[in-house]
């Protein structure tokens, strides 16, 4: 099958987005080529990333120092490479492969891999690899995209991490799982705002209207004053602890109503109290919870302790929880 009358139908499958466009187009090549393998790889991040293909039962990256020189030299010269000796680390390394780099433009996009028995590497294959550019668009292009592989690859992880060492007793697992527990709920965070095409919440008020409307909440606050002078990572800080707060009382504590204060401490900590009116919990579901992950306490504990903080929870006097973090200012 030549370049003229395979191309259209590869463009075709290209640019349809469906979620098996990528693989119906690798199959398309492998069998107009005679290719035992075939894989699709995305380049950022200083990696190579499995996108999709036959032949490849994993999905790890390519971490860079696995590359190989002729791998590498395929990328930054924008050259198709024919290897006849791949790395050890590369799956099928006893059979020769083509490396195939994905062009578009004047940016290198990613790379075809696939192994063959081929003694020469098809000048037409390299046309056609181009026409792939637009199944690797979504790592720039499309949020939702880019929340699915999150969840799946960087969530698959996190969890990982964290029953691994959940149940440990020792001072440094525990503080460890805090900071699994917070980056997992700060993931749920951005893979929400990624699907639903949300826009990035950078202020206090801004998360006290997304979450409460979110999450049907009538809230009351003090317009938080002094939040413009805030640094980032702190107002970021405060952010997630609001995020969990108001739904774990939205979902666990029924609530219907919250209240807001942020302010300072005598001792120039960072204070964030949220309180509402829900059927709150028993101090020992509460300590359950800290340890376990329910409730959304232990990510919002997980939080304060990363920054060096302290969370305190207690009885508020709208009848539900009272939520209290201290964490130093940066």
Do not use: C
Not at 5 to 11: F, I, R, V
Not at 74 to 83: C, G, L, S
């Amino acid at each position: 099958m030549t370049v003229s009358a395979l191309g259209p139908e590869l463009a075709a499958i290209a640019v349809s987005g469906r979620a098996d466009a990528a693989d119906d187009a690798l199959a398309l090549i492998a069998d107009a080529y005679f290719l035992q393998t075939a894989g699709l790889w995305t380049l950022g991040l200083a990696l190579l990333h499995y996108r999709a293909g036959f032949g490849i039962s994993d999905e790890r990256p390519i971490p860079e120092e696995l590359w190989g020189p002729d791998l590498a030299r395929a990328i930054a010269d924008r050259e198709a490479v024919r290897v006849d000796t791949p790395p050890a680390a590369w799956r099928h390394a006893e059979r020769a492969h083509l490396i195939v780099p994905v062009v578009q433009g004047t940016s290198t996009r990613g790379v075809l891999i696939a192994s063959s028995d081929a003694p020469d590497l098809p000048e037409d294959l390299i046309e056609l690899a181009h026409g792939l550019a637009p199944l690797l668009e979504f790592t720039e292009g499309s949020p939702r995209r880019i929340a699915d592989d999150l969840e799946r690859d960087i969530g698959a992880s996190l969890w990982a991490g964290l029953l691994a060492v959940q149940d440990a007793d020792d001072p440094s697992a525990k503080r460890a799982a805090g900071a699994l527990r917070a980056a997992l709920a700060d993931l749920r965070g951005m893979v929400t705002t990624l699907r639903h095409g949300l826009p990035h919440v950078t202020t206090l008020a801004e998360a006290v209207t997304r979450y409460g409307e979110a999450y049907g909440l009538a809230i009351e606050h003090d317009d938080f004053p002094g939040e413009d002078a805030l640094p980032a990572t702190d107002r970021s800080a405060l952010i997630a602890v609001v995020r969990e707060a108001l739904a774990n009382a939205a979902v666990h504590g029924r609530a219907r109503r919250a209240r807001i204060q942020a302010g300072r401490t005598d001792d120039g900590l960072l204070l964030l109290i949220v309180e509402d009116d829900g059927q709150g919990a028993e101090q020992e579901d509460i300590d359950r919870a800290r340890i376990r992950g329910g409730l959304g306490l232990a990510a919002i504990e997980g939080h304060a302790v990363a920054r060096g903080g302290t969370l305190s929870l207690s009885r508020s006097e709208l009848g539900g929880l009272r939520v209290e973090v201290a964490i130093p200012a940066m």
